[in-house]
């Protein structure tokens, strides 16, 4: 991955049309910063972890696809300047507040290396960090780097945000899983930083507990 030498498989030239294959991996990626940064809005807050699932799920998608195929291999020797990175705070403040109390979730980091403990992320962080590195992507491609684009996914996928999702989509199935199950939400394991909020244990399942059941629509 990291030896930038010239691949043509899903363009024809600098600046030229991209392929049908790189068109839909652009679509899938666009599709999902739009529909994140709609959801953050707070507009259906009863739909918002449905939501969020099936986009995430829709990505994994669009990155399979790209783990899948060789590597991609950019035209220029060094990736071209992209200009300055999107500002994610706002869009993390969003989600995290949005997504308050089920924000927080444990995950272990590398389930083929050594045993260790699971490590809590947020949701809200995790989403904001893979949209900031798509958009990375997207500027690329719109202004018609789409080997630089191509590569750019393809890279971050394998090395970052396809792993973040992975994790991201386990979180959520599982929520809906323990609400469609009448299975109560286990408590933080201990030992867990999970910044506290001054909450015990036993107040957070049952809020969580509460927020799903109500946006899925299920009495407790």
């Known amino acids: 991955m990291s030896d930038r030498t010239i691949n043509q498989q899903h363009t024809h030239g600098h600046g030229s049309e991209p392929d049908d294959f790189a068109v839909q991996i652009a679509d899938s990626v666009e599709s999902f910063v739009l529909a994140v940064t709609e959801v953050a809005k707070g507009d259906e807050p009863g739909s918002a972890v449905s939501l969020l699932l099936l986009e995430v799920s829709q990505l994994l998608l669009a990155g399979g696809r790209l783990g899948a195929i060789e590597d991609v291999v950019p035209e220029d020797r060094f990736e071209p300047d992209a200009g300055p990175e999107p500002d994610g705070e706002q869009l993390r403040e969003r989600l995290a507040e949005l997504l308050a109390p089920i924000d927080v979730y444990h995950e272990v980091f590398d389930p083929y290396g050594p045993p260790e403990k699971p490590n809590a992320f947020r949701i809200s962080d ?3 960090g893979v949209v900031s590195e798509l958009q990375h992507g997207l500027t690329h491609y719109r202004e018609g780097r789409v080997s630089e684009a191509l590569w750019w996914w ?4 394998l090395s970052n945000w396809g792993t973040t999702c992975t994790a991201v989509l386990r979180a ?3 929520l809906i899983a323990h609400v469609r199950l009448d299975s109560p939400i286990g408590a933080v394991p201990d030992g867990a930083d999970t910044d506290d909020d001054g909450l ?7 809020q969580a507990g509460d927020l799903m059941a109500a946006e899925l629509g299920l009495g407790r």
Not at 154 to 157: M, N, V, W
Not at 200 to 206: A, G, M, N, V
């Open 154 to 157: 393809q890279f971050s996928y």
């Open 200 to 206: 015990t244990d036993e107040q957070l399942e049952k």
């Open 172 to 174: 959520l199935q599982s």
């Open 126 to 128: 995790d989403l904001a």
